[in-house]
């Protein structure tokens, strides 16, 4: 089974910075890495989950969410199987819990890293 796992996720104060990881595992055999179209999501209490940031399988496109446009980078690196999401400029608007998701015969979901953005 393909496992998606993030990390980064912190407290910071509003205009910080944190770099969120997913770190995919699973691709031995079957469908590689560098295969799948990776996705950051976020979802705050009670709104939905929304998308954030996409980059294609092999990192040569890019789409953001227009709220993020200039404060976030993804990009990815295939031979750490490792997407990442570089976020400047954080606002308290900023805050969710941000997961990782892969695209490509089927969708993968990671369990998810906690970003708080608060003084």
């Known amino acids: 089974q393909v496992q998606l796992v993030e990390s980064g996720g912190d407290l910071v104060q509003p205009g910080g910075s944190l770099r969120l990881s997913c770190a995919a595992s699973?691709?031995?055999?079957?469908?590689?890495?560098?295969?799948?179209?990776m996705s950051w999501y976020r979802q705050a209490p009670g709104k939905e989950r929304e998308f954030v940031a996409h980059?294609?399988?092999?990192?040569?496109?890019?789409n953001y969410a227009d709220s993020v446009k200039g404060r976030f980078t993804i990009s990815r690196d295939n031979d750490k199987n490792t997407v990442y999401l570089q976020m400047n400029s954080l606002k308290p608007e900023d805050t969710a819990m941000y997961y990782c998701?892969?695209?490509?015969?089927?969708?993968?979901w990671g369990q998810g890293t906690q970003v708080t953005v608060s003084s």
């Open positions: 699973g691709f031995f055999s079957g469908f590689t890495f560098n295969k799948y179209s």
């Open positions: 980059v294609s399988s092999i990192g040569g496109s890019t």
């Open positions: 998701r892969a695209i490509y015969s089927a969708i993968y």
